[in-house]
């Protein structure tokens, strides 16, 4: 038999890749994902263009893709071109009020907007909102507010205008909302995709982080779990630190909301989303009901 040419070789293994990802497309098939963005993913612009991509396939290929993201490190580069001090509280921005109004800046007139113009750009309208939109996020202030000042913790999500943009666009949620009197709040970005996955009973939550998932060890990256029941994940929560902690609680709301699963993945590998989503291969902290 003639040796097979390099140019069918990769057709080959371009076939078996759509095979292996037709089950899965099968599966999630009119599903509602929630993808929770942020980290390097939303920094880098090779990442940022893969990340764009990935979503307006997922979209192409009749998934419900929902997208919640924070602004950490961009709203931090602003604070300081401002001459404001940056502080965290256990895994939680100190927010005065002018924090607060800058984080919102940032969040909804410059992070919001990019994201949207991106999605629009591959070939699938979006539309940006915020916690006021809709009435989408009800807060009310953490309880360590005394510690951490305008930070909110979000009471109430409400659906209905998700469903109604969710129909035609790629909802792209900014983790900021106001109270009842007018007053703004910084919302860590994961509780509010949490939150929003439990509320749309969505069939998965995604979370793209900057380390490979859950680990055992933070500072062994080798030190990765790989799937784990969500009972597990409560008991240990208390013990966790850091951004992590607000990360698996997500996580575990929208498990107990009806997620299959809620998976932590690594952001910092281009396609990241895709591979979790539509290929055999493990890729981060799976969790599981
Ligand atoms: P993100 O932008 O994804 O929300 P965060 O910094 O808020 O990132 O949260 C992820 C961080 O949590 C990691 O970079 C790491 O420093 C910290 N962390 C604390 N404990 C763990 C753990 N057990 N496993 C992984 N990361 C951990
Ligand atoms: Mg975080």
Redesign the pocket.
């Known amino acids: 038999m003639p040796e097979q040419a390099p140019q069918s070789r990769v057709a080959g293994t371009s076939v078996e890749t759509l095979l292996e990802a037709l089950p899965y497309i099968r599966e999630f098939h009119g599903r509602t994902v929630v993808i929770k963005y ?2 390097a993913a939303m920094l880098d612009e090779e990442l940022r263009e893969a990340f764009a991509t990935d979503v307006v396939l997922l979209k192409y290929v009749g998934l419900n893709p929902i997208v919640v993201h ?1 602004g ?1 490190p961009e709203i931090t580069r602003y604070m300081e071109r401002l001459d404001l001090e940056v502080r965290f509280h256990e ?1 939680l921005r100190v927010s005065d009020a002018e924090t607060v109004e800058v984080a919102k800046m940032v969040l909804v007139g410059k992070l919001n907007s990019e994201i949207v113009q991106r999605l629009n750009r591959h070939g699938q309208p979006a539309v940006g909102l915020a916690g006021e939109d809709g009435t989408l996020f009800e807060v009310a202030p953490v309880p360590n507010a005394e510690q951490v000042g305008f930070v909110g913790s979000i009471e109430r999500v409400d659906v209905d205008v998700l469903n109604h943009i969710a129909a035609d666009y790629i909802p792209v949620i900014a983790s900021s909302a106001s109270d009842r009197e007018g007053q703004s709040y910084n919302v860590n970005a ?1 509780e509010a995709a949490g939150k929003v996955a439990a509320a749309l009973g969505a069939h998965k939550a995604i979370f793209l ?3 490979a998932g ?2 055992a060890d ?1 500072d062994d990256e080798s030190s990765l779990i790989t799937r784990v029941p969500v009972t597990e994940v409560e008991a240990g929560l208390e013990k ?5 902690r607000p ?1 698996l609680q997500a996580c575990v709301d929208a498990i107990r909301g009806g997620a299959q699963s809620a998976t932590i993945i690594d952001g910092r590998v281009p396609h990241s989303l895709l591979l979790e989503l539509f290929t055999d291969a493990g890729n981060g902290t799976m969790i599981t009901p």
């Open positions: 942020g980290g924070g950490g895994g994961d982080t900057d380390v859950w680990l933070p966790i630190d850091g951004g992590m990360k």
